[in-house]
């Protein structure tokens, strides 16, 4: 349990990117999910799922996070990694916060899951406070998994190696969930936005990690680095969704692409 007093991160895309007001948000994510068709009931280990205002890329992420519909009770860890959009950041950075806020609670932050990657990343609020990568992730997973705590990692200058050397080891056993925010390309005109998202999916799923850089998606190496990992344990990414700003909300001028993958793990790799 969250403590009075205890040190919170803050909601900062709370009436921006989605509503601020809990009971709208619990409706328009409700909302969301129940527009997708229900799965073959497979949990994921890892997602991929879009960070834009829900009004854009919303769906888009709801197919992504519908796959916990079933077996999400027996989740009890997050690793959510994104983007360091606003602070510059050489390397990963952890919190040092107790929790995140949303409007629908707080998600208790996983500390000695930090504890067991302080070697591999460091710790800094200043990137985590105005970002919404992770943010916009968690009233998604809140309305799905009943109790679990979170590993909230942004990514800023690092290598896609630094990136899976931290997935590997906190990669865990069912109960643990990875997910990776990122939206991909980013103000090109629709033609041609579906034409360099189609290429950045298809090297996705045939995971060339090598391929992805920020044209392709601004969450490159956090993608990247699931990726890696996933090639050494043999796993593939399946597509979920793909699709861009001007398929759901937008005009189609400057259009920002949106791409949902699953993992799923069949047999414990080595």
């Not at 925010?181 to 995971?207: K, P």
């Not at 861009?244 to 699953?262: I, L």
């Amino acid at each position: 349990m969250v403590s009075y007093g205890t040190k919170i991160r803050p909601p900062a895309a709370a009436g921006l990117f989605y509503a601020g007001d809990p009971r709208r948000l619990r409706s328009t994510v409700s909302e969301l999910l129940g527009a997708v068709e229900p799965s073959a009931g497979v949990l994921p280990k890892a997602l991929i799922a879009p960070h834009a205002g829900y009004v854009y890329s919303g769906a888009v992420a709801a197919q992504a996070f519908a796959t916990l519909r079933e077996g999400g009770h027996s989740i009890k860890r997050v690793v959510l990694m994104g983007p360091a959009h606003f602070v510059p950041l050489r390397g990963i950075a952890a919190p040092t916060v107790e929790a995140f806020a949303t409007p629908l609670g707080r998600v208790p932050v996983d500390r000695d899951a930090l504890s067991a990657i302080a070697d591999l990343v460091m710790e800094a609020d200043a990137p985590h406070a105005p970002e919404h990568s992770l943010e916009v992730e968690l009233p998604f997973l809140q309305a799905l998994l009943p109790s679990f705590t979170v590993v909230p990692l942004v990514i800023g200058q690092a290598r896609p190696q630094d990136v899976a050397a931290v997935l590997r080891r906190l990669w865990g056993g069912p109960d643990t969930l990875i997910v990776i925010s990122s939206d991909l390309s980013h103000y090109h005109n629709y033609d041609t936005a579906r034409r360099l998202d189609a290429a950045t999916a298809a090297a996705i799923e045939r995971g060339e990690w090598e391929a992805l850089g920020p044209n392709e998606a601004c969450g490159c190496l956090a993608v990247a680095g699931l990726i890696v990992e996933t090639n050494r344990r043999r796993l593939a990414l399946q597509r979920l969704a793909l699709c861009n700003s001007g398929d759901t909300a937008g005009g189609r001028d400057r259009v920002v692409g949106y791409g949902a993958w699953m993992v799923e793990e069949k047999a414990a790799a080595a």
